[in-house]
């Protein structure tokens, strides 16, 4: 899996005080809601009926040991001791205090983790299959190439303010168990008689109420 380097923790520490001087200006009345509100959801908040949610990034469903056990401490610490994995391979938090939000991110970070592009209309976490890398009906791994289109789509500024989400998902196995067929983007990796690497590309699907 991916490791960061210096620039990528440096970009997610600093958003990390980003998010935390406009959660400070929020509650202090000097953000309103509408200004706001596109702030929070470009960190994965969501302000709902009963209680915040924050849905955390987990790149193409790969979690390392030490990030798994951040994430149950983290629940343990500031939501009910569990959270809710997504069909699109995040997880949710469902009742973090708001103001805890910005320590959820710091301590995501120290981890390489943090929850951009997880919320908005914008290009979402890259999904794929399971059982990537291991499954035997894998023709080509589509981890690598999951990692590919989430360097190139995040924080891109022309993917920032779509008219709606967007969401893609690679398969590299002979089951469809990713679902490309149901996301806006889908890739397939497959072979040739001559041993050529190939990508059938699906368009138009979606897992939203509105297209």
């Not at 997880?91 to 919320?119: F, G, R």
């Not at 679902?179 to 889908?186: F, K, S, W």
Request: charged residues 25%; contains cysteine.
């Amino acid at each position: 899996m991916y490791r960061y380097d210096i620039h990528d923790q440096t970009l997610v520490d600093e958003r990390v005080a980003q998010f935390r001087d406009q959660m400070e200006r929020y509650r202090a009345g000097r953000l309103g809601e509408e200004e706001f509100r596109p702030l929070r959801l470009q960190n994965g908040l969501y302000i709902q009926r009963h209680a915040p949610m924050l849905r955390i990034a987990i790149p193409y469903g790969m979690l390392a040991g030490n990030q798994l056990r951040a994430l149950a401490e983290i629940t343990r610490r500031y939501d009910r001791g569990y959270g809710h994995f997504t069909t699109r391979q995040n997880l949710q938090l469902n009742w973090p205090a708001l103001e805890d939000v910005p320590d959820i991110l710091a301590d995501l970070a120290k981890v390489q983790m943090h929850a951009i592009q997880t919320s908005g209309n914008c290009i979402r976490n890259t999904t794929s299959d399971q059982f990537a890398g291991i499954a035997n009906d894998e023709v080509e791994d589509p981890r690598p190439w999951c990692e590919l289109i989430r360097q190139w789509s995040t924080l891109h500024p022309e993917f920032a303010y779509l008219p709606r989400k967007f969401k893609i998902a690679v398969s590299g196995a002979a089951q469809d168990r990713a679902a490309i067929q149901v996301h806006d983007i889908g890739l397939r990796l497959w072979y040739n008689a001559d041993g050529e690497l190939r990508v059938k590309v699906l368009a138009g699907g979606g897992l939203g109420r509105t297209p």
